[in-house]
């Protein structure tokens, strides 16, 4: 959902709220929308990356010992140097009305507010790492999206990183009837 800085419509204003977009994507909607797998937990892991890491490669160097498991994490702070990010935008599609848009470029001090991670696979069985994350950079400015972990390169502070991995299960990329975009859902693994 995309937030708007104008008031809701009447009775919201000077309540504090905002107004807010539903997207409605050309596909058939499926249901339920939120599919669940028990699985415990099977490792939380801590990582520090150092200045000048690059993100992905080394996250999946990390997840490597841990074989192919799905997992959810967050990024805890630090800062980049370098990173790519994507928005969503409205398209010219009308199978397709939402898509990702150009990559935005940030370069130079960028501090992490904070970010959701997804550990996840592709059709190949190749780790797939899915971040939405907020940042501010060197002037203040706060930025938002999906964020590219293998573009970030870990600025002067360290960048801090909790995870938690599945003992059983994953998250498999799939095609979505609704959204036509390609997602993780949860798949029982043995």
């Known amino acids: 959902m995309?937030?708007?800085?104008?008031?809701?419509?009447?009775g919201a204003a000077g309540t504090g709220f905002v107004a807010v977009r539903k997207f409605l994507h050309a596909g058939q909607p499926s249901y339920p929308r939120t599919l669940d797998l028990e699985a415990e937990p099977a490792e939380e892991l801590r990582i520090t990356l150092q200045p000048g890491a690059l993100v992905g490669p080394a996250l999946r160097r990390v997840l490597a010992r841990y074989g192919q498991r799905g997992g959810v994490g967050r990024l805890c702070g630090g800062t980049a140097r370098r990173l790519h990010y994507h928005r969503i935008e409205t398209t010219e599609d009308p199978d397709r009305p939402y898509d990702y848009g150009p990559p935005h470029v940030l370069e130079g001090v960028i501090s992490f507010v904070t970010g959701a991670i997804t550990v996840g696979?592709?059709?190949?069985?190749k780790v797939l790492l899915h971040c939405h994350s907020g940042f501010i950079d060197g002037d203040g400015a706060l930025h938002g999206g999906h964020l590219l972990?293998?573009?970030?390169?870990v600025g002067d502070d360290p960048l801090i990183i909790r995870l938690c991995l599945f003992s059983r299960g994953a998250f498999v990329v799939n095609s979505d009837e609704e959204t036509h975009f390609s997602l993780l859902h949860p798949t029982p693994m043995e």
């Open 2 to 10: 995309k937030l708007s800085t104008k008031p809701a419509e009447a």
């Open 149 to 153: 972990l293998d573009t970030v390169e």
């Open 121 to 125: 696979q592709n059709a190949d069985g």
